[in-house]
C-alpha cells in the first residue's frame, strides 16, 4: 500500500498570504494525484487532479505542482472561505489512498 | 445537475449488516465508474470500494474485503454497499463519489454525496 504523508498538520495563515501545502508518497505515483479541500460537515471537493489541472469551477489561486514523490498544493493569496482541510491522494495503484490532512487556519 | 444521495446509514450492532445506497442524477450513470470512501469521526479519508460502470469490475481495500460488497443498479441510477460483519472500527461517514472521467476507471473522484453516517455500536 502507499503511504501518503502530509505536512505540516495545521497550517496557521493570515488572510491573503500564500498557503503551501506539501504531500509526499513512500514510492512513486508518477502524475496521478488529486487534491481536495473538505469544510466542516462537508462533503469533500475535487480541487486538483494529474498532479496540477485544476478541477472545473476552482480558482485560478489554486494551482499544484510535482511528480513521483513530492506534491504540492499552493494557495496564493488565501480568502477566507479558503479555510479548510485538504487532503491529496494518489490513484497510481490499489488500493487508492489518502493523506492525513493539512488544516489551513486563521492566524 | 450532478447529484448524489446517500440513505441507509444507522446505529447497528457489531457482527450486524448494513445496506447503504447512493442515488444518482444528473449524468448517465452507467457511464461512469463509482467509488465509496468512509470518514471516521474526526479522522481522514479512506477509500472502501469502486465498481466500473457496467459493474463488471470491483475492487475493495482490504480491511472490508470478503465482508463488503458494492453493486449497481443501472437501470435505477443506484449505487449500493452491503456491509456485513460490522465493527467498531467501520463506524463512519460513508459517501459514493463519482470517478471524474467516464469509460473508464479513472480513480479521482467528482462529485461527492453528503454522506450517510454508519454507527457500530452495542
Known amino acids: 500500500e502507499i503511504v501518503m504523508t502530509q505536512s505540516p498538520a495545521t497550517l496557521s495563515v493570515s488572510p491573503g498570504e500564500r498557503a503551501t501545502l506539501s504531500c509526499r508518497a513512500s514510492?512513486?505515483?508518477?502524475?496521478?494525484l488529486a487534491w481536495y479541500q473538505q469544510k466542516p460537515g462537508q462533503a469533500p471537493r475535487l480541487l486538483i487532479y494529474?498532479?496540477?489541472t485544476r478541477a472545473t469551477g476552482i480558482p485560478a489561486r489554486f494551482s499544484g505542482s510535482g511528480s513521483g514523490t513530492e506534491f504540492t498544493l499552493t494557495i496564493s493569496s488565501l480568502q477566507s472561505e479558503d479555510f479548510a482541510v485538504y487532503y491529496c491522494q494518489q490513484y497510481n495503484n490499489w488500493p487508492l489512498t489518502f493523506g492525513q490532512g493539512t488544516k489551513v487556519e486563521i492566524k | 445537475e450532478v447529484q448524489l444521495v446517500e440513505s441507509g446509514g444507522g446505529l447497528v450492532q457489531p457482527g450486524g449488516s448494513l445496506r447503504l445506497s447512493c442515488a444518482a442524477s444528473?449524468?448517465?450513470?452507467?457511464?461512469?465508474?463509482m467509488n465509496w470512501v468512509r470518514q471516521a469521526p474526526g479522522k481522514g479519508l479512506e477509500w472502501v470500494s469502486v465498481?466500473?460502470?457496467?459493474?463488471?469490475?470491483?475492487y475493495y481495500t482490504d480491511s472490508v474485503k470478503g465482508r463488503f460488497t458494492i453493486s449497481r443498479d443501472n437501470s435505477r441510477n443506484t449505487l449500493y454497499l452491503q456491509m456485513n460483519s460490522l465493527r467498531a472500527e467501520d463506524t463512519a461517514v460513508y459517501y459514493c463519489?463519482?470517478?471524474?472521467?467516464?469509460?473508464?476507471?479513472?480513480?479521482?473522484?467528482?462529485?461527492w454525496g453528503q454522506g450517510t453516517l454508519v454507527t457500530v455500536s452495542s
Open positions: 463519489a463519482r470517478d471524474h472521467n467516464s469509460g473508464y476507471l479513472s480513480n479521482w473522484f467528482d462529485p
Open positions: 494529474g498532479a496540477s
Open positions: 444528473g449524468f448517465t450513470f452507467s457511464h461512469y465508474a
Open positions: 514510492q512513486s505515483v508518477s502524475s496521478n
Open positions: 465498481i466500473s460502470g457496467s459493474g463488471a469490475i470491483t
